[in-house]
């Protein structure tokens, strides 16, 4: 597929399928362009995406509807948290994860603007340590669905997280696990950073695409590539 292609493609999966449907609609609409106003980068999932999260999330319950417990590492400037409260169980908890304060303070607004702090808590903290902190306060096996959108380097760590947080039956959804700056196919990047977090996203996508490990996934290639995998 040409590049040309790729991009009308994705700004067609963005026009059919991200549409917004309820009254949250205008502030998810206007919440990229004043998160960057604000200083965060331009770099949260599309609607699309976050309509696929939703649905996701809608169907990641035990008893097969909405998820009862969440956790996201990576929050930002909140929206894809919005979208997955959204799927959420009635009664159910998104525990959303940031380290930057800027990002933190920022989504927080969000969330109770929306009228959503019932359902989205906010850890001010790093991912590897946060989930090992779940562990501990909730057992495994206590969690209905996990996504990652944080440090690309450390997305092998999350899951093996993740693995232990998840009952069985439950998500993990990751973003760009095709590329960011870089894509996955392509040749080692000069750029030591960007090669870096290809090389751990390329590890990540084996060790959980792999028939022998504790998730069945598959790779859904919209936008930068998001795997769905199902803890076994």
């Not at 004043?34 to 309509?51: F, N």
């Not at 998104?94 to 969000?110: D, I, K, S, Y």
Request: charge should be negative; charged fraction near 25%.
């Amino acid at each position: 597929m040409t590049p040309e292609r790729w991009r009308a493609t994705c700004d067609y999966l963005g026009a059919v399928f991200g549409r917004f449907a309820d009254p949250l609609d205008g502030q998810l609409e206007t919440l990229h362009a004043r998160a960057v106003s604000a200083g965060l980068p331009d770099i949260a999932v599309s609607a699309d995406v976050g309509r696929l999260l939703m649905l996701l999330v809608s169907m990641s319950g035990s008893d097969g509807g909405g998820a009862r417990r969440a956790v996201e590492l990576g929050t930002l400037g909140g929206y894809s948290a919005l979208w997955i409260a959204r799927g959420l169980a009635p009664g159910g908890r998104l525990m959303t994860v940031e380290p930057e304060e800027l990002h933190a303070q920022f989504a927080q607004r969000e969330f109770e603007r929306a009228g959503m702090t019932d359902r989205v808590e906010l850890r001010r903290g790093r991912g590897v340590e946060t989930l090992s902190s779940f562990l501990d306060e909730y057992g495994e096996g206590s969690f209905d669905f996990v996504f990652l959108d944080a440090v690309k380097r450390e997305y092998s760590a999350y899951a093996v997280l993740a693995a232990r947080l998840l009952r069985a039956g439950g998500l993990l959804v990751a973003d760009n696990c095709l590329g960011a700056r870089w894509w996955i196919t392509d040749a080692p990047d000069p750029d030591p950073s960007a090669e870096s977090d290809r090389a751990a996203v390329d590890a990540f996508n084996r060790w959980i695409g792999s028939p022998s490990g504790p998730f069945l996934a598959a790779c859904v290639a919209n936008r930068e590539g998001l795997v769905v995998a199902r803890r076994r």
